[in-house]
């Protein structure tokens, strides 16, 4: 899935979270993730329970073993993640200081893999569509209000200037509420002058009823791309859950196309590649084992998805 052995004018990054334990331990994963992606995320060898796990005290060896690993196959990271409201460590959640907390992770851990990283998701899952105000009202925004945003955000550009900064969030690929919530967050953000660069879509598809139109999709990339916003699909996976392998080839096939004609879509990427050890789409999976929703099988065979994404590239 290459894109760069496609030969395209504008290739877009087609990449794939990766899981440091498979990759140290399963030759065949290793072999396949080398190979057919331009762009790795770490599924969760960056987020702060794992690289903060004491105040002060910082454990960075599985990211880097998996920033070497891009490096040695040529391939660009993008890093995941430095604000969230989940895989905290317990100090963090419980610290009265909230507001230095945040900072002082995002100087360490984006200061870390500067020069080493292309892109990082600074916020992540930050939109609550039930909410007064649209946003999540989760342990940053209770500590600092709204602004926790854009503090992550011009932290991040500081400590790492090069990379171009995301807000990630899954369920705006359709339309409604959740989206033009997230959409006017990030209207006010650029007009704010706020350094962010880009919008990831998590296009997690658990079941039937997330299968979502790709022309919507489509227009939020275009309405971004008014805004001056990159975007890209961050965490794609299709649970099959009873649909025959064809409509998770469509879905997977449906976005991919949508983001190789957007010229502000700049990267493709797959939550996992292989049902071996599954993703978070999969039914009573949180945290995954071996399921349906990638496009490689159990046995690391591809499937009807790969073949229609190859078909798009
Ligand atoms: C998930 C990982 O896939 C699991 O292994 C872990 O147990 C929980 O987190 N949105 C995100 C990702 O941004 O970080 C989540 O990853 C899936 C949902």
Same mark, same amino acid.
Request: net charge negative; hydrophobic share 40%; aromatic share 10%.
């Given at each position: 899935?290459?894109?760069?052995?496609?030969?395209?004018?504008?290739?877009?990054?087609?990449?794939?979270?990766?899981?440091?334990?498979?990759?140290? @331990?399963?030759?065949?994963?290793?072999?396949?993730? /080398?190979?057919?992606?331009?762009?790795?995320?770490?599924?969760?060898?960056?987020?702060?329970?794992?690289?903060?796990?004491?105040? /002060?005290?910082?454990?960075?060896?599985?990211?880097?073993?998996?920033?070497?690993?891009?490096?040695?196959?040529?391939?660009?990271?993008?890093?995941?993640?430095?604000?969230?409201?989940?895989?905290?460590?317990?100090?963090?959640?419980?610290?009265?200081?909230?507001?230095?907390?945040?900072l002082d992770h995002i100087k360490a851990v984006a200061g870390h893999f500067a020069g080493r990283v292309a892109e990082w998701d600074v916020v992540n899952e930050p939109m609550d569509e039930d909410s007064s105000d649209g946003l999540r009202h989760n342990l940053w925004w209770q500590a600092?209000?709204?602004?926790?945003?854009?503090?992550?955000?011009?932290?991040?550009?500081?400590?790492?200037?090069?990379?171009?900064?995301?807000?990630?969030?899954?369920?705006?690929?359709?339309? /409604?509420?959740?989206? @033009?919530?997230?959409?006017?967050?990030?209207?006010?953000?650029?007009?704010?002058?706020?350094?962010?660069?880009?919008? /990831?879509?998590?296009?997690?598809?658990?079941?039937?009823?997330?299968?979502?139109?790709?022309?919507?999709?489509?227009?939020?990339?275009q309405a971004l791309a008014a805004l001056g916003l990159k975007v890209r699909v961050s965490e794609m996976d299709v649970s099959a859950n009873g649909d025959s392998a064809a409509v998770q080839a469509k879905e997977f096939a449906g976005k991919l196309a949508v983001c190789r004609d957007e010229p502000n879509c700049t990267s493709f990427g797959m939550w996992g590649f292989t049902d071996r050890y599954g993703s978070t789409a999969d039914i009573n999976n949180y945290p995954p084992s071996p399921g349906d929703a990638l496009p490689w099988d159990r046995n690391l065979r591809p499937k009807k998805a790969y073949t229609a994404m190859l078909n798009e590239l």
């Open positions: 899935l290459r894109a760069k052995a496609s030969g395209l004018d504008r290739p877009i990054h087609v990449g794939t979270a990766i899981a440091s334990t498979p990759l140290v @331990d399963d030759a065949a994963y290793r072999a396949i993730a /080398g190979r057919e992606f331009d762009m790795i995320t770490p599924e969760n060898d960056m987020k702060p329970q794992f690289v903060q796990p004491r105040r /002060g005290v910082f454990a960075f060896a599985e990211a880097d073993t998996l920033v070497d690993f891009a490096r040695a196959n040529d391939q660009a990271v993008h890093a995941h993640t430095l604000v969230w409201f989940e895989a905290l460590p317990t100090w963090m959640r419980s610290a009265p200081d909230k507001e230095t907390v945040m600092m209000g709204k602004g926790y945003i854009a503090k992550a955000f011009t932290a991040a550009r500081q400590a790492d200037p090069n990379a171009v900064l995301y807000l990630n969030e899954y369920g705006v690929e359709e339309a /409604g509420e959740r989206w @033009d919530r997230l959409y006017q967050l990030v209207k006010d953000l650029k007009a704010a002058g706020v350094p962010i660069d880009g919008v /990831g879509f998590q296009n997690h598809e658990y079941a039937k009823g997330d299968r979502t139109p790709p022309e919507t999709f489509r227009q939020h990339v």
